[in-house]
């Protein structure tokens, strides 16, 4: 088992940029799949970004490329999310996702909301 622990959510104007980051509690394998994913209210989840270990290839949803950055930090074992020019429709609840070793696990969830 792992948990994943998100933080950096909260609220932003039109504009505005954030930075997300997921932790996992443990070590996590070599070879995984770490994204984003979001949900808001009436909506179903949807993938923001994701990005390979094995490659550091990064994939991003349409709605979201040329505004968000996945990256990640293998020494802190940490993945991030930097977001820029943020909208108003990037407000939802923004989970983290790991894939190991063909299991799933999920963070929290934390919200987002871009509003002036």
């Known amino acids: 088992q792992v948990q994943l622990v998100e933080s950096g959510g909260g609220l932003a104007q039109p504009g505005g940029s954030l930075r997300l980051s997921c932790s996992p509690s443990?070590?996590?394998?070599?070879?995984?799949?770490m994204g984003w994913y979001r949900q808001a209210p009436g909506k179903q989840r949807e993938a923001v970004a994701q990005?390979?270990?094995?490659?550091?290839?990064?994939t991003y949803a349409d709605s979201v490329k040329g505004r968000f950055t996945i990256f990640r930090d293998n020494a802190e074992n940490t993945l991030y999310l930097q977001m820029i020019s943020l909208k108003a429709e990037d407000t939802a609840v923004y989970y983290c996702?790991?894939?190991?070793?063909?299991?799933?696990?999920w963070g929290q969830g934390t919200q987002v909301t871009v509003s002036s």
């Open positions: 996702y790991l894939n190991e070793k063909g299991y799933d696990y």
């Open positions: 990005m390979r270990s094995v490659d550091g290839v990064a």
């Open positions: 443990r070590s996590i394998f070599l070879i995984n799949i």
